[in-house]
T-cell receptor
Framework: GENVEQHPSTLSVQEGDSAVIKCTYSDSASNYFPWYKQELGKRPQLIIDIRSNVGEKKDQRIAVTLNKTAKHFSLHITETQPEDSAVYFCAASPHGRALTFGSGTRLQVQP | NAGVTQTPKFQVLKTGQSMTLQCAQDMNHNSMYWYRQDPGMGLRLIYYSASEGTTDKGEVPNGYNVSRLNKREFSLRLESAAPSQTSVYFC?????????????FGPGTRLTVL
């Protein structure tokens, strides 16, 4: 089955800096890659997703890049703000089958 | 719209006790899911229901059963709770079948098994 590895497990940045979280996946059939944000004690919420027919997708300060050859994808957050502090999860799904989630990255944005 | 709701929010059980976690959605979604979340790990799929009347096992189904009561409701039952089932349980739904859609999560149930 699919295996998703996520790095780093924790990330601390200064407000205004950029943050990058990386995930690798093992199943070359995976074609859907969402990113979820989970604030402390809250439910996960989708922040951005990408499908394998595109290499990059942006939404304001958030972007995701996908390298199918290397089987990795990354989340980029620019101009970080304290409200970006949360745990971020990547995931992968092969052809609509079950999502496999990474283990999460705790991002702390220092004011 | 309330979205996806779960009851209870918190529960403490003794080993061997049983309980049912309830989930309901008011978004007219076809597919519903149960995940568990353990510290330092991502979400792991327990069971899912692609449509009313169908259920399928996920990655970690042992020790659990599910019932898709109707289009709105999907319950998760622990017949004989074990300490290894201590976790936070999330229910989710999607408009259509297939995992390549946004998952809408409920607020979670924090379960402790002593």
């Amino acid at each position: 089955g699919e295996n998703v590895e996520q790095h780093p497990s924790t990330l601390s940045v200064q407000e205004g800096d950029s943050a990058v979280i990386k995930c690798t996946y093992s199943d070359s059939a995976s074609n859907y890659f969402p990113w979820y944000k989970q604030e402390l004690g809250k439910r996960p919420q989708l922040i951005i997703d990408i499908r394998s027919n595109v290499g990059e997708k942006k939404d304001q300060r958030i972007a995701v890049t996908l390298n199918k050859t290397a089987k990795h994808f990354s989340l980029h957050i620019t101009e970080t703000q304290p409200e970006d502090s949360a745990v971020y999860f990547c995931a992968a799904s092969p052809h609509g089958r079950a999502l496999t989630f990474g283990s999460g990255t705790r991002l702390q944005v220092q004011p | 719209n309330a979205g996806v709701t779960q009851t209870p929010k918190f529960q403490v059980l003794k080993t061997g006790q049983s309980m049912t976690l309830q989930c309901a959605q008011d978004m007219n979604h076809n597919s519903m899911y149960w995940y568990r979340q353990d510290p330092g790990m991502g979400l792991r799929l327990i069971y899912y229901s692609a449509s009313e009347g169908t259920t399928d096992k996920g990655e970690v189904p042992n020790g659990y059963n599910v019932s898709r009561l109707n289009k709105r409701e999907f319950s998760l039952r622990l017949e004989s709770a074990a300490p290894s089932q201590t976790s936070v349980y999330f229910c989710a739904s999607t408009p259509a079948g297939g995992f390549d859609n946004e998952q809408f999560f409920g607020p979670g149930t924090r379960l402790t098994v002593l």
